[in-house]
């Protein structure tokens, strides 16, 4: 049996004024938020798609479609909590993860400590062992037009 296994994850959100930002379960402070079915928090969505790769269960949308109204403005928190249940009730356990965000603007250094304890809050783990780093694309692609973020994530689980 494997005592580790390793899961990458990647989503994609365009970028529309007037809507919230939410970014690995912190508010930031924008002018642009996320176009979305849930809260848009593409942080978390990538790390949800992570974890379920780990498990090889698919990916957040079979478990959280967003043709079904249920999933409609959820706080993103909640799904990456649910996929927790899903890697704990398999008898695994985050050992760490990583996340890269690419945004043009704003910019998150302000954030990124509270978007670190928040994710290790969720995955039970020591804010030492969760990882969330930004960049921009230096104006180059859909994401340095400020048309939307790209973010990827990989965790690593154990038993």
């Given at each position: 049996m494997k005592d580790f296994r390793i899961g990458n994850?990647?989503?994609?959100?365009?970028?529309?004024?007037?809507?919230p930002m939410f970014l690995c379960g912190v508010q930031i402070e924008?002018?642009?938020?996320?176009v979305a079915h849930s809260d848009g928090d593409v942080a978390i969505h990538a790390l949800c798609d992570a974890l379920l790769g780990c498990l090889a269960l698919g990916d957040i949308g079979k478990h959280f479609p967003d043709s079904s109204p249920r999933w409609k403005g959820i706080d993103s928190k909640k799904l990456l909590a649910a996929v927790m249940t899903l890697v704990k009730e398999r008898g695994w356990k985050v050992g760490n993860v990583d996340?890269?965000?690419?945004l043009q603007q704003p910019k998150l250094a302000p954030y990124i400590?509270?978007?670190r304890?928040?994710?290790a809050g969720i995955l039970e783990v020591e804010v030492d062992a969760v990882s969330v780093k930004a960049?921009?694309?230096e104006h180059l692609g859909f994401?340095?037009?400020?048309?939307?973020?790209?973010?990827?994530?990989?965790?690593?689980?154990?038993?």
């Open positions: 994850g990647y989503d994609v959100h365009a970028l529309r004024e007037g809507l924008s002018h642009v938020g996320f996340v890269t965000i690419a400590l509270e978007m304890s928040t994710l960049t921009t694309t994401t340095g037009r400020g048309e939307g973020c790209q973010v990827w994530a990989t965790a690593l689980i154990s038993r």
